[in-house]
């Protein structure tokens, strides 16, 4: 098993999207090169180009209600205080 990985800080993530838009304006050969210089993971670069979100930004698949469903529940709970 892999040991835990520890939490990027904020930087990390306006440094990927500083890299991407210097991919899409051709200011480096290739994303190796790009991803060296911002200091981001080569295949994560990869992953975000191609469209796939941050982890973080993903609805987890073991929830159990949708937004709405939550905030519906959560209206009535505070109707009912």
Known sequence: MAPPTQAQPASYEADM???????????FQSVAVAAQTFKVSRATLDRRRAGKPARRDCQPKSRKLTELEEEVIVGYILDLD
Request: charged share 0%.
């Open 17 to 27: 999207h500083l890299a991407i838009l210097a991919l899409q304006q051709n200011q």
